[in-house]
């Protein structure tokens, strides 16, 4: 789909765009489509046994019929422009170009997707970054999902060494209904407009958006230093923003992931920035069936270890103050 980059502000009807390109390519028939299947949730449910609830669903295609994903060795690879990036993508894929500030955004459908409206935001396309997110990409994207008036939208971002399987600088958009635990989820203060979550299945810091004329650029700037303060002790991270349950106010959760972890699983499903807010999508009708929140929160504990808190605070705070440390993993 042959676009010319608009300023976002020039775009008062930002989401019927999007969802309107989306839908029409989603719904094209074979042999036409660029979709590698159509999206069907064959099932969905919200786990019940316990204090946390997790939005399951099973979408067997995303497993047997997406790209093969590949292997993302370290935190800070290069690109490589011999391996898939999204300037290969079809250019029937590019549902927008929008300029925000300085960076150039590329809107394309997920063509393996996760939900309805699932599409790839990828700021500065042809200037082939690796999947590292900087100050620029987070300010386009947070304005991108500030311009949306659904405030069931989601983004989501996984560093190389966190289930990252493409060395180009991309996030995730994705539309889920459902309230996830993360959204209500009580937030404790352990620093100046830090906070963290305690007593949840997953472990993450977080900062609250919640004057977007005032607070947003505080709010980049705060996120992207303690990213820069997790890649300097070489920390693999996922991010993802969302409404809290009131739908007032934008948290964006940040997950460390002491351990790297460079191959994606087979199954039952890939922790990522996703499945660790507790939005978890599953490729085997035995896994639907058979997982619960319990054991939901054992990957969480596997993939994330155990005193995540206790090796990493200090660091952080150090980080956000201007100083930095390494950590100890042993």
Known sequence: MATTPVRLEDIPNLQQIL??????????????????????IERERVTTDGEFNFLLQLNRKRTTDRRKPEITAGLQPPFDPNRFNFNRANPREVLLEVRIDDTLLTVLVNVSPLSH???????????????????????AV?????????????IGYN????????NHLHFHLVHVCQKLYVEDAPLTKI????????NQPAKA?????????????????????LISTLLSAEIGHNLFLTWDAARTTLRVLIYP?????????VSPFNVAGFELSGFVTLGEESDYERLD?????????????????????SLVLKGLEGTRKRVNRN
């Open 19 to 40: 969802e309107s390109r989306w839908s029409k390519l989603h719904n094209q028939p074979a042999p036409d489509t660029i979709f590698r299947y159509q999206l069907t």
């Open 117 to 139: 409206y699932h599409s790839l935001l990828v700021p500065d396309r042809e200037r082939n970054l690796p999947q590292v997110l900087t100050a620029g990409s987070l300010n």
């Open 142 to 154: 947070i304005r991108f999902m500030l311009s949306l008036e659904d405030r069931d939208y989601r």
């Open 159 to 166: 560093s190389s060494g966190a289930m990252a399987s493409v």
């Open 191 to 198: 620093g100046s407009h830090l906070y963290r979550l305690d």
């Open 205 to 225: 810091y977080c900062f609250v958006l919640e004057d977007q004329s005032t607070e947003t650029g505080t709010f980049i700037t705060r996120t992207t230093r």
């Open 257 to 265: 992931r002491l351990r790297l972890c460079e191959n994606k699983q």
């Open 293 to 313: 929140g319990r054991k939901l929160a054992e990957y969480f504990r596997e993939a994330q270890g155990t005193d995540l808190y206790e090796r990493l605070d």
